[in-house]
């Protein structure tokens, strides 16, 4: 997402707040079923399972759903496909973008954004709060790449690199630091989020400021 200018949303900046603290904290910076075709992207976003939440590649970077950007809507599970054979270019590194839906952990309505960046053209990306700090990471200049971001974030949560971009509901049972982890994240956000809003402002619309 274009560094400054086109990324001036508010939950950009209160991941970046959590981010910082993490790295502050680490001393600085520095599943199957997921797979899809050479022209389909397959996923999760997960929150909780997020339910009904529109899904778009963001070609442009700007966090917003264009014309022409590929879309989708998620199923009762929070899973997605998303067909990109009308984009002409490589896919890899743009971001997956999250919005709207219901979180099935609570039964309330997704007022947050996830994204996550697109690893390879042919596989499937689990879209959660942990891929969005990844995103946010590189997005605000703090990573060359996915992959630096994804260690760096990784040594900073006590977290491996596999535990990052895996599905977090899925690992209550075997590790539930994740998704204590992922919950954590993303409430973190949205309380930043809420704390700098504006009366008559859905809290969307002050993450997405």
Partial sequence: MSNGKNLKS????????VSAIVLTACGGGGGGGLFGSSSVLSG????GYVQGATVFLDINKNG???????S????ATGKYTLDYSAVSTSVTGLPIVVT???DTDTGNAFTGQLSARVDKAITGQVVSPLTSLIDAAIAQGLAADVDTA???IASGLGLTVAQLTSDPVAAIASNPAIYSTAVTLQRSVQLL????STPNETAQQTQER
């Fill in 10 to 17: 508010l939950h950009k900046t209160a991941i970046l707040s």
């Fill in 193 to 196: 989020a809420s704390a700098n």
């Fill in 150 to 152: 994804k260690t760096m």
């Fill in 72 to 75: 989708a809507t998620t199923d």
């Fill in 44 to 47: 999760l976003a997960v929150d």
């Fill in 64 to 70: 917003v759903l264009d014309a022409g950007e590929p």
């Fill in 100 to 102: 709207g839906g219901i």
